[in-house]
Every structure is written in C-alpha cells, then in structure tokens.
C-alpha cells in the first residue's frame, strides 16, 4: 500500500469551489484535479459545507482544538503512568543516581517512548544515549569485580556477615577495597548482615476483625475518677528473657489502678490487669469507659477490649465480648452516685499511694517464683466489697 498523496491547500480549495459554487459532480472534479479517490474530495465538502456554516456541525477549528486537547490528555495519563512506575526507583527527598535513572528508561523502552520517559523522570534525553553509547566507566568495572568477591564473602559465612567483617575478610585476602565502598556496593546488591536481637511488636491490627465504635475519639480528658481508664501494654529486656507489663491508667489522676507482668503475651496478662482495676476500684460513681488500642494477636483484644467475666461481685454477671479490634468498652453500674466514695478514691490517688513494697495490698516485684499481682483479690475481694452491678459493653 502506497503512502497518501499530498494536496496543497491551493488544489483543495479550487476543487472544493467547484462541487459547492458550480454544482459540479465529484468524480469529474476528482478526476480533473488528479484527486486518487473520489471520497476525499467528497469529505473536503461535506467539511467545507460546517465551516461556511451551510450544515450543523464542528468546524475545523472546533476539530483541531479537540484533537489537541485529547492528545494533551493522553499525554499527561502516559506521565502518571510513568511516575507510577517510577516510584519504587525514586526516595522521596532526593534524586536517584543517574544510573538508576538509566536503567529504568532501559526497563520499559518497549512499553513507552524513551522521550517521555525521560521528560517524565527529568532525565536529558542527548545523556541518555549518549550514556548508552559510552562504553562502562573504570570505576564501574572495578565494582563489577569487587560485588563478586563481596557477595562470595558473604555466603562463605552463611550470610551473617555485615560490612565491617566482609571489609576485613577481603583484606584478609589480599583484596584491597574500602569500608565505604563495601557498604556502598552491599546496599546496591540488597545484602545486610545479621542484627542481634530486634524490637517487639505489642500490637499488630487485625484488618477483618470487626471492630466497635470509638468511645474516646481522641479526647482523653476525664472530669472524675473512674470515667475514662486507657490500657496498653509494654515490654522490657532482662537477664531471664524478655518481660510483659500490662496497666491500666486512670485519665483523671493519671495512676495505674491495674497491671500484671508475664514473660507472654496471652490472654491472661490484660485480663489480670483490667480485673485487678476493677477489683480495687469502687464503680458505682457513673458510667466507665476503656480504651485501649486495636492489638489482637493471642486474643489480646478480647481481654482489653470486651471484658469477660463470668462474676463481677455477688452474682452480677456480665456480658461476654468476641474477639476484635476495639476502641472503647462503657461499664455501667448502680445508680447511686456514691460522692463520698468518688472523694476518697481521688484522695487516694494524689497521695501517691505506693503500688510496690509490702505495705500495700499487692507485695513488690520479687523473684520470678513470686506474683506480682496477689492471688488473694481474685478469690475473696468480690465478697467483702459492695456489688460493682453489671458489665454491660457499649459496640
């Protein structure tokens, strides 16, 4: 198939005057002008006849300023793409190595034109071939040589190895390369040593766990004691092992009314501090909410969040949660007020009362042999105290 022919806008002219103005048939005219098809002729009218404004339609203005706008359009959806692309090769806050910059052009030539890659990533595309032209770099060849020996050290030694002791095999052996160089050529290779120890995760969310609504919403003020107790759970290192440490906080006088420490984290450890907090607190006063995060690996939600319990004090049941993520738990209890109680437990509070040391109801942080938490409150407190009434959760 041969390629169209040109016309001059002179012939087009002359021979679209011809049809409209002589009435003249498009073939002849085609013919004579020396036109290949007819039916370009014919479209030259049918489009001569919207700008002279003797049918409806879009002139050719109107059609070559929506040409342009969707080729502008298809041109900026192309550069998103790019950048999309693009991002697991940029670091926010600095501009890759031209290298890198190279090497992603070189990855998706076939998918795009190198020219809007390189206006895309701001890479000049005159350096772009004329890197491809250039034949590698010294410098480049040595790190070649030195990323072999490097990565070799490195799996000799079961891939424990991290800079410092990769740096002094090699110099062992006779190859000379700085420390610099080899932390440089390790990250660019994606090989780490081996780190001693590590953090621990106390909470990992559970996406499809259902969670209930936000009691808290951010505002942690308090107007009386026992209106709002947050909870959380933190960890230290020690000679046995690691250790786990559960509380509660009361937000009004900020002191810790519950806590338990365990070397896991099961159920056990929330569900002891949060009993331990209402054991010891009288919560008749009003309405009290829990808060805590959304942790819920060993079922930790179901303890800290949805309280369950199979007896509170005299016989007062109250309501089993499920496992999920939760914000807040609302635990209502008789209506008396009890102001004079609310007074003695704010005294209480900001006196300081000590929690460790055997003058308090709880012994201190002894052996591991030892509680820390007595297991006297669990057996008989519920029975000389005054009914704390229902657990009733708030989803």
Not at 220 to 232: I, S
């Amino acid at each position: 198939m041969g390629r169209p022919r040109k016309y001059s806008d002179e012939i087009r002219r002359r021979a679209i005057d011809e049809v409209i103005e002589r009435g003249r048939k498009v073939t002849d005219v085609a013919t004579e002008f020396g036109i290949g098809s007819p039916e370009t002729l014919r479209n030259w009218v049918k489009q001569a006849r919207v700008d002279r404004g003797i049918e409806p339609g879009p002139t050719s203005e109107e059609l070559a300023e929506i040409k342009r706008l969707r080729k502008e359009v298809a041109d900026q959806q192309r550069t998103i793409e790019i950048l999309k692309a693009a991002t697991t090769y940029f670091r926010e806050g600095s501009r890759p190595p031209l290298e890198v910059l190279i090497g992603f052009v070189n990855e998706h030539h076939g998918r795009w034109p190198v020219s809007a890659m390189c206006e895309a990533i701001g890479l000049n595309e005159r350096t772009f071939y004329a890197r491809q032209a250039r034949p590698p770099s010294p410098r480049a060849l040595a790190d070649e040589t030195h990323k072999r020996a490097i990565r070799r050290v490195w799996e000799a030694n079961y891939r424990c190895y991290g800079a410092r002791r990769v740096h002094r095999a090699l110099h062992r052996e006779g190859h000379v390369v700085a420390r610099c160089r080899v932390e440089r050529l390790m990250a660019e290779m994606g090989i780490a040593g081996v780190i001693r120890g590590g953090r621990k995760r106390t909470t990992v969310v559970d996406d499809a766990a259902a969670r209930p609504p936000d009691l808290v919403d951010r505002r942690f003020v308090a107007g009386r004691p026992n209106e709002l107790w947050v909870a959380d759970i933190t960890y230290a290192s020690t000679w046995d092992g690691w250790l786990y440490a559960a509380f509660v906080l009361d937000v009004y006088s900020r002191m810790i009314v519950g806590w338990q420490i365990a070397s896991h984290l099961r159920t056990d450890l929330v569900l002891d501090a949060l009993e331990m907090a209402i054991w010891r607190r009288d919560l008749s006063a009003g309405v009290l909410v829990h808060h805590s995060d959304a942790g819920c690996q060993g079922e930790i939600n179901r303890s800290s969040q949805h309280l369950s319990m199979t007896e509170v004090s005299d016989g007062a049941t109250t309501a089993d949660g499920g496992q999920g993520a939760s914000s807040g738990d609302a635990f209502a209890g008789p209506a008396d007020p009890g102001a004079s109680r609310g007074a003695r437990v704010l005294a209480s509070d900001r006196a300081g009362q000590a929690h460790r040391g055997s003058s308090g109801r709880c012994r201190g942080v002894g052996p591991r042999r030892v509680a820390l938490v007595s297991s006297r409150w669990r057996d008989d407190a519920f029975a000389s105290r005054r009914a704390v009434g229902s657990v009733s959760v708030v989803r």
